[in-house]
């Protein structure tokens, strides 16, 4: 990176982010327009990078075979119920690590310890593929629930194969933890890269992915949510059930934590 002519780096997860932080990636950047606008909880705490978009990584399920009336939490999905019900994508997989990386924020190693041990053993099926492989085993009825993120079922309704459509009609999507802390959120973000060579452009144009224009595009092209509030979303993201309560812990405390969640998968079994 030391020669790179970039002058920002963007990529999805904060997990991503604060390892690209750890290499020295990043130069922090002082800009009033970027903290008012992006909140305390979707950037670094010394404004390294910032969120721009933000994704749920939630429950969907198979709407012939759950009622979301027995949904409730990701804690519960460790309950002997879910046995042999649940699809998810191998521990390697960030998201699945920045999700493990937050509950240990929220619950504690132990409790969370606990939770992989007992969650692994409600897998459907071995971990693959990537979380469209979640959804359309959970539309096929292999498995009745999945763990993924809110912007892949809109590519099935919006898809002109009618196949793909009907997979969107099979799937539900719950948010979990709305009577406590919320539902797991992680973001699409960047920042200023260190030998940027165009500094001040490079901040102007981060500054300009907080604007109305650049938020509505961003969000709606890739059907995620904006950081930005008042922002309009995309029309079928809406219809998943918005606004919603989302978990308020920072994402810049996901990648500190991902040692231990992998750890924890690996002990568990989460291959």
Same mark, same amino acid.
């Given at each position: +990176? ?7 780096? =963007?990529?999805?997860? *904060? ?10 990636? #990043? ?5 009033? $327009? ?15 990078? #910032? ?5 749920? !990584? ?6 012939? !075979?759950?009622?979301?009336? $027995? ?10 119920? +879910? ?31 606990? +939770? ?7 897998? *459907? !099926? ?6 469209? *492989? ?10 009745? =629930? ?8 809109? !590519?099935?309704? @919006? ?7 009907? =997979?969107? @009609? ?23 890269? @260190? ?7 490079? =901040? @102007? ?15 709606? *092209? ?47 079994? +989460?291959?």
């Amino acid at each position: +990176w030391a020669n790179s002519p970039a002058d920002v780096l =963007i990529t999805v997860d *904060a997990g991503r982010l604060w390892k690209a932080d750890q290499a020295g990636i #990043f130069a922090p950047v002082n800009s009033s $327009e970027l903290n008012s606008n992006i909140p305390a909880n979707l950037r670094h705490p010394d404004n390294h990078w #910032f969120g721009f978009t933000k994704r749920a !990584r939630v429950i969907m399920y198979n709407k012939d !075979r759950v009622n979301p009336a $027995e949904l409730s939490t990701y804690e519960n999905l460790a309950d002997p119920k +879910w046995q042999g019900r649940i699809a998810i994508r191998s521990s390697s997989n960030i998201y699945n690590q920045s999700l493990v990386a937050s509950l240990i924020a929220s619950l504690g190693v132990p409790a969370v310890k606990a +939770w992989v041990e007992s969650f692994v053993g409600n897998f *459907a !099926r071995k971990p693959q593929g990537n979380d469209r *492989a979640q959804i359309e085993a959970v539309a096929a009825g292999i498995a009745d =629930i999945a763990i993924a993120n809110t912007y892949y079922l809109p !590519r099935y309704i @919006k898809s002109d194969d009618p196949a793909k459509q009907g =997979i969107f @009609k099979k799937v539900g999507v719950f948010f979990p933890n709305q009577q406590n802390r919320g539902a797991h959120i992680n973001i699409s973000g960047g920042g200023l890269v @260190k030998t940027a060579p165009n500094r001040e452009n490079g =901040i @102007k144009f981060l500054e300009y992915l907080t604007s109305p224009t650049a938020q509505t595009f961003f969000a709606q *092209a890739n059907s995620e949510y904006p950081v930005v509030s008042g922002t309009p979303i995309d029309p079928v993201l809406a219809g998943f059930g918005f606004p919603f309560k989302e978990d308020p812990t920072s994402v810049s405390q996901y990648g500190p934590n991902s040692a231990t969640a992998v750890q924890l998968m690996d002990i568990a079994g +989460w291959v």
